[in-house]
């Protein structure tokens, strides 16, 4: 347990202090929702319609970002290894570094969302339903895209294969999360979306540490 | 039996045995020099020694039993010195030391942290951002961690790589007095480390051969 707080701590210590990955992130979903106004032209009805989607759309691709970084640097500078001697098994590794992970990239562009949505003339009924799709979400995004990166570890190009492994998982993930906030402009319930996004979760929490654990044991043998 | 033991070891690399036969057996308290020309096999066979890839042929034992068998409890037994030193520039040195300390599942108090640092003679840069520190003065805080926790088995490569004379006498003291407390060393040099009555495993006595063995991986 004290092995697995130091690793998160350290994670984000050393993301606050390099003070890039999570700020992108965040840089990169505010600029790249603002775009679609531009894009789709300055209807609020329609954007309303389809402001959802394209904030669950760029918060995924956001937090794509900084992955392909969440094994890389300790994989080049020896630290892996020594992660692997830890008194700490390889899956509570990969649980932390993904916990770190959402910590640094998820909860900051949960916030975002909301001056995002005021942008996008998202019903502000909606907004709360948005912001529980995407606290069940992002970190079922981090724990795909801590699979993603270990089996990417150590291959050329590994950002674009990482995106291409990891988008089509993320899909479910989309239409669900989407599904619960959109719900709320039908005047629907939404709880049947979201219970399935919590049933994501859990089966995400222990499955996804496992197969990225065999990633690394793979990419360190 | 040695409580430390390899035998028929061989392992190949793109179609090269690189070393086939290699065996050796160590009690505590004993230490093993592993000589070589450059590209004789030296890291490879410590990243074997250490559970990284599997051999070509042979077994690595433990108290006699096959250390895959049960990889995680043997590598909460060592403790190895790459030519990577995990150290990273944005942390400084005391908090690194204070991270690695805890994540070997110790307590990481002020007080182990100052004495595994006076070991290698760093504890008037505990403060320091570590990306201020020299090539040597990195490798030093690597060696920190062999002071930090007790591991009974050090695998150590060139652990004497950019360290001044100095350094290299502490590093030869801290591996004579892992060794009286019951330790084991097996390390690489090129150069005399001064260890005394260490055995020496030359690998130019096993040479390479072309096998077109296929890597493991491939295999």
Known sequence: MNAFVALVHRDLRLAFRQGGDGLMAVLFFVLAASLFPFGIGPEPQLLARVAAGIIWVTALLAALLALDRLFQTDWEDGTLEQLALSALPLELVVLAKCLAHWLVTGVPLILATIPVAVLLNLDLHELPMLLLSLLLGTPILSLIGGVGAALTLGARRGGVLLSLLVLPLEIPVLIFGVAGADAVLAGRESQAQFLLLAGMLAAALPLCPFAAAAGLRQALE | ?219
């Open chain 2, 1 to 219: 039996m040695a409580l430390f033991s390899a035998a028929g070891l061989a392992a190949s690399r793109g179609g090269r045995r690189l070393f086939q036969g290699v065996g050796f057996a160590l009690e505590p308290g004993d230490a093993l020099v592993l000589v070589g020309p450059n590209g004789s096999g030296k890291s490879s066979l410590l990243r074997l020694l250490a559970g990284f890839g599997r051999p070509t042929a042979g077994i690595i034992a433990w108290d006699d039993g096959d250390i895959r068998a049960d990889l995680d409890e043997y590598r909460g037994r060592i403790q190895i010195l790459g030519h990577a030193d995990a150290v990273k520039p944005a942390l400084r040195v005391g908090e690194l030391l204070a991270f690695w300390i805890a994540l070997a599942g110790a307590a990481a108090t002020p007080g182990r942290v100052d004495a595994a640092l006076a070991a290698v003679g760093l504890e008037r840069l505990r403060e320091t951002p570590c990306r201020f520190l020299s090539a040597g003065q990195k490798r030093r805080l690597a060696l920190a961690r062999l002071a930090a926790y007790d591991r009974p088995l050090w695998l150590l490569d060139e652990p004497s790589v950019g360290l001044d004379t100095a350094s290299i006498a502490s590093l030869a003291g801290m591996i004579a007095e892992h060794r009286e407390r019951g330790g084991m060393v097996v390390l690489s040099t090129h150069q005399d480390l001064g260890l005394a009555d260490a055995r020496t495993l030359s690998l130019a006595d096993y040479p390479a051969v072309e096998t077109g063995d296929q890597d493991w991986w491939a295999a």
